[in-house]
């Protein structure tokens, strides 16, 4: 046991639940190296004697591996909340400058359009579809939908433009 006060813990704590699972604690290898551990015990009776099996596990490599998924988790947050934070600022930077952004799913045939862009075309989501939103868009519709926002003159190359562009997936 690296600490000789976890050791007496564990057998008291045995000893008085009889049973004891995933006791944390470390242990000092011969060669001085330390390595955390669970361990586990149980006392019983046989032949009028008293027995106390213990199992321990080494988790020092699974304990390494917790720790470096809190980490990348950390990491992946941080990393959200600053996309976020710029998909903000570009939000408000259309709304400023009165452009929006809209984005083309060429696999699923799906318009997302910022709130900016909903608002210059005075789309109140009729016609919206259900789609999982990409950061920064508030709304999805069907390239027929989005062609009601055209120009008339405009429609039928818009289409042209829109069946060249899916099927050369551009």
Same mark, same amino acid.
């Given at each position: 046991?690296?600490?000789?006060?976890?050791?007496?813990?564990? #057998?008291?704590?045995?000893? =008085?639940?009889?049973?004891?699972?995933?006791?944390?604690?470390?242990?000092?290898?011969?060669?001085?190296? #330390?390595?955390?551990?669970? +361990?586990?015990?149980?006392?019983?009776?046989?032949?009028?004697?008293?027995?106390?099996?213990?199992? +321990?596990?080494?988790?020092?490599?699974?304990?390494?591996?917790?720790?470096?998924?809190?980490?990348?988790?950390? #990491?992946?947050?941080?990393?959200?909340?600053?996309?976020?934070?710029?998909?903000?600022?570009?939000?408000?930077?259309?709304?400023?400058?009165?452009?929006? #952004?809209?984005?083309?799913?060429?696999?699923?045939?799906?318009?997302?359009?910022?709130?900016?862009?909903?608002?210059?075309?005075?789309?109140?989501?009729?016609?919206?579809?259900?789609?999982?939103?990409?950061?920064?868009?508030?709304?999805?519709?069907?390239? =027929?939908?989005?062609?009601?926002?055209?120009?008339?003159?405009?429609?039928?190359?818009?289409?042209?433009?829109?069946?060249?562009?899916?099927?050369?997936?551009?």
């Amino acid at each position: 046991w690296a600490n000789p006060a976890d050791r007496t813990r564990f #057998i008291a704590d045995v000893a =008085h639940d009889r049973v004891v699972w995933d006791f944390k604690t470390q242990f000092r290898r011969a060669n001085g190296d #330390i390595r955390d551990a669970k +361990v586990s015990g149980a006392t019983f009776e046989a032949d009028g004697e008293n027995y106390l099996v213990i199992v +321990v596990r080494d988790v020092t490599e699974v304990m390494k591996q917790a720790a470096e998924l809190r980490r990348s988790h950390e #990491i992946l947050v941080a990393g959200e909340q600053s996309l976020k934070h710029s998909y903000d600022m570009l939000a408000n930077l259309q709304e400023d400058a009165g452009m929006g #952004i809209w984005r083309f799913d060429i696999a699923n045939e799906v318009f997302f359009w910022s709130k900016t862009m909903c608002d210059i075309h005075c789309f109140d989501g009729a016609n919206a579809i259900e789609a999982t939103l990409p950061m920064g868009f508030v709304c999805a519709t069907r390239p =027929h939908v989005a062609s009601n926002f055209i120009h008339s003159d405009d429609v039928r190359r818009y289409m042209e433009n829109l069946g060249n562009g899916v099927e050369q997936k551009k």
